[in-house]
């Protein structure tokens, strides 16, 4: 990548822009989404209220896989395909890393908070740093 950026750079075809997100993969609609799932035999129900149901079911110790939007750009999820799950329950890490993602069960988490809220759960430097993205 390096190389074809610097040749770019040279022949004056280098024209930068200001990456505003990291969500830069493919989007499906909910038609291709529902077919997909038909196809697999795979049960599913829509929601009105999302956001409510998946907290109710992760107050209720269930593990809820997120897919929506544009797909991440990276090594880590950034909220639009994640595995969310109650971080107070210790064995939820040993379910998502061996059972579900079936790699090894020492793998680490990434938290995802409110912004609001995260002065409460980090100390300084990053409690006052403007994150774009994630640290």
Do not use: T
């Not at 795979?42 to 809820?64: L, M, T």
């Amino acid at each position: 990548m390096g190389g074809a950026l610097y040749h770019s750079f040279k022949k004056g075809d280098f024209k930068p822009k200001r990456l505003d997100n990291f969500f830069l993969g493919p989007e499906y609609s909910d038609k291709e989404i529902q077919r997909l799932l038909d196809k697999l035999n795979i049960n599913y129900v829509f929601c009105k209220d999302i956001e409510k149901n998946i907290a109710c079911a992760i107050s209720n110790g269930k593990i809820v896989a997120v897919f929506w939007g544009r797909m991440e750009y990276g090594p880590r999820a950034l909220g639009n395909r994640s595995i969310l799950s109650d971080p107070r329950d210790r064995k939820n890490k040993d379910r998502i890393n061996c059972f579900i993602k079936q790699r090894e069960c020492f793998q680490p988490f990434a938290p995802s908070i409110i912004e609001d809220e995260f002065g409460r759960f980090f100390k300084a430097p990053f409690a006052d740093a403007n994150l774009e993205f994630m640290v």
